[in-house]
Structures are given as C-alpha cells and as structure tokens.
C-alpha cells in the first residue's frame, strides 16, 4: 500500500512540474501564464493530466478536492491561459499537501492499484486524443503513455509486494521486477526503449520526435500492459 509520504513526494512532483517550461507575460489588464516555447505547450498538457488523474487517485474521484482542480483549470484556461490554469492546478496541489502535512486531511490510501486497472484508466485514451490533436506536439502523449508506464510497473511491485530501495523510476521498478524474475531480458529492452523516448520528450528534443514516433510508444505500452498483467498473475 502507498504509505502517506510516498503519496506527498509524487504529489511535490506533480506540482513542480506543473510551474515548468512557462514565461510571465503582463497583459494590459492583467499578466498570464504562457508555454516558454511553441514545443513546451504539449508537455504542459501532458502534466495536468497527469496531476488531476493524481488528484482523482488520491483525493478520490468527486472529492472537493478533485473538482476544485478540474474547476481552476478550466477556469483559468478560459480567462488567461492554459498554462495559468496548469499552476492553479498546482497551487490546489500544494493546498493539499499542506492540509495533509497539518494533519487536516488524510490522503485516500489506496490498496495497491493492479496493473489490469491501470490499461482501464482514461490514460492511454489520453495519449491517443493528444496524439489526434494537430494542435498539440507529440512530445504531450509520449510523456503521458510514459507516466502510464510507470504507474502500471509501481503497481506491479505493490501487487507482488516488492520493495524497491532506491529513488523511485521507470528503471528503478523494472530492475526489481527482472531481479524478482517477473520480466525478462526482452522486456527489460522495450522498457528501456520506451523510457527512452519518454525522456527525450520530457526534456525537449523534439527534433527525435514524430507524431508516427508517439503512436507507436501508445501501441507498445499498451502491449507490455497486457504482457506485464499476464507476468504479474503467473507470479502471484
């Protein structure tokens, strides 16, 4: 089970990442929030949706807190831009965090989160609008089929009760599942592949990116899901 720490660490990142890659911009009235270049616009995209499935997972789907969230964004996302509604989703964040360091509000501790639950999340559906989306780059549903990868490989380790002693990642989870023998040397290489690209989108080198290139990264975590899911039942 997440223990309330590891909940508020990923919760610190979520919202970290959410003031990332943007530039103030003062208007005439009033100032706002914009993507620091055209390419960072996706990847912001990416994070909240990132962050408010967060916010729906741990605050739990219909919470105040989760509609405050959806709320601020689509507010500020009208009124100034898209970017200030993804800090307004961040200050919710921090909001929480600090209610749940004060002891005023507990996160939903969730028992751990199967990794056939995760292929039935809106997630992948996700990666494949953002990819649909002329509009947006394809660094946005790379970045977001690679969250989707690591949350199925975390909830791979809480399904087998697995530990991992060091700084939680996509390469730190599939280290322990091959050392547990639960993937093999083929997986680890596709793993290896897919984080790969997820990190060239996450920091900016969209010149190795394509929309064909995150269509393909949509297809391969949707079939290590299934190949993980089958992994994780033999090894129970």
Not at 19 to 28: H, K, N, P, Q, S
Not at 218 to 229: D, I, K
């Amino acid at each position: 089970m997440d223990t309330t720490e590891q909940i508020l660490e990923w919760a610190e990142g979520h919202a970290a990442d959410l003031t990332e890659d943007m530039t103030w911009f003062r208007g005439a009235s009033r100032g706002y929030w914009s993507a620091a270049d055209p390419q960072a616009k996706g990847r912001i995209r990416a994070r909240v949706a990132a962050a408010l499935d967060f916010v729906e997972r741990f605050t739990g789907t219909g919470s105040r807190w989760s509609e405050s969230a959806h709320e601020v964004f689509d507010q500020f996302s009208k009124t100034q831009s898209m970017e200030s509604g993804a800090r307004a989703v961040g200050d919710v964040l921090t909001e929480w965090i600090r209610m749940v360091r004060s002891g005023q509000v507990k996160p939903r501790l969730l028992e751990p989160f199967s990794v056939s639950a995760v292929s039935s999340t809106d997630l992948l559906e996700q990666v494949r609008a953002l990819n649909g989306d002329q509009a947006v780059v394809p660094a946005a549903p790379i970045v977001l089929a690679g969250a989707a990868l690591e949350i199925a490989l975390r909830s791979a380790i809480e399904e087998l009760n697995l530990t991992v002693p060091e700084r939680p990642s996509i390469d730190a989870y599939a280290r322990e599942l091959r050392q547990a023998d639960v993937l093999n040397k083929q997986d680890i290489k596709d793993i290896t592949q897919m984080a790969g690209l997820r990190n060239d989108a996450a920091h900016g080198q969209h010149d190795l990116l394509s929309r064909e290139r995150a269509g393909l990264m949509e297809q391969q975590v949707n079939v290590f899901l299934t190949r993980l899911e089958e992994a994780v039942q033999q090894s129970i």
